[in-house]
């Protein structure tokens, strides 16, 4: 069954701390892999996608992913956290076909504290 | 360049009762795509539409329904609304429904189901 798993439901971190959110998934094809954000009152901004090539990926705000097949993993990672980013993470899954139809995990909320 | 709107932004309705919600695309994109959020969780695929028909669907009973209009703004209906139905309803568009990555999401629409 496809399907992604986020194992953090909830991480705090202290700003200007080093930040890692894991994401594990289950995909019968070659996964294209996607990070979102969401701030609270607020729909899903695209951080970053990974689709092929390079397994590190960079995307907006500092956020960088690592594809990793032999772990089936896709974790969001920052060197230094800043307050703003204190929002809800969703990794999310999506098929060589059709990459709108996407399976999301249930997301990380991440706390920042000054 | 206008984002993707819906409305209206919160609905509250009777359990039985019908609703419908709106969604207006990204200049430019013919594709439009349908997430059902409860609280917790990560968005659930319910539909997506390209140039007006369905191009897709999730595990979602017949009374989720939707149109695609010719200007490709598009509409979810949902009939015999249950209490389960509570959720953030968030459309999101994209060029297409080719491997891109591209699809931008609405700031969603509050549904509760009393």
């Known amino acids: 069954a496809q399907s992604v798993t986020q194992p953090d439901i909830h991480i705090t971190v202290s700003e200007g701390a080093s930040l890692e959110l894991r994401c594990n998934y289950s995909y019968g094809a070659t996964p294209y892999l996607f990070w979102y954000v969401q701030s609270p009152g607020q729909g899903l901004q695209l951080l970053l996608k990974?689709?092929?090539?390079?397994?590190l990926v960079q995307g907006i705000k500092g956020f960088e992913a690592e594809f990793k097949r032999s772990q089936s993993s896709f974790n969001l990672r920052k060197p230094s956290v800043h307050w703003s980013d204190a929002a809800e993470y969703f990794c999310?899954?999506?098929?060589?076909?059709?990459?709108?139809?996407?399976?999301f995990g249930t997301g990380t909320r991440l706390q920042v504290f000054p | 360049e206008t984002g993707v709107t819906q409305s209206p932004t919160h609905l509250i309705k009777t359990r039985g009762q019908q609703v419908t919600l709106r969604c207006s695309s990204q200049?430019?994109?013919?594709?439009v795509s349908w997430y059902q959020q409860a609280l917790g969780q990560g968005p659930q695929f319910i539909f997506q539409y390209y140039r007006e028909e369905e191009n897709g669907r999730g595990n979602f009973p017949p009374r989720f329904s939707g149109l695609q209009f010719p200007n490709y703004s598009s509409e979810l209906n949902v009939n015999a609304l249950e209490l389960d139905d509570s959720a953030l309803y968030l459309c999101a568009s994209s060029p297409g429904p080719i491997p891109s990555g591209e699809q931008y999401f609405g700031p969603g629409t509050r549904l509760t189901v009393t």
């Open positions: 990974y689709f092929s090539g390079d397994t």
């Open positions: 200049s430019g994109h013919n594709t």
């Open positions: 999310a899954v999506g098929g060589s076909y059709n990459t709108d139809k996407l399976i």
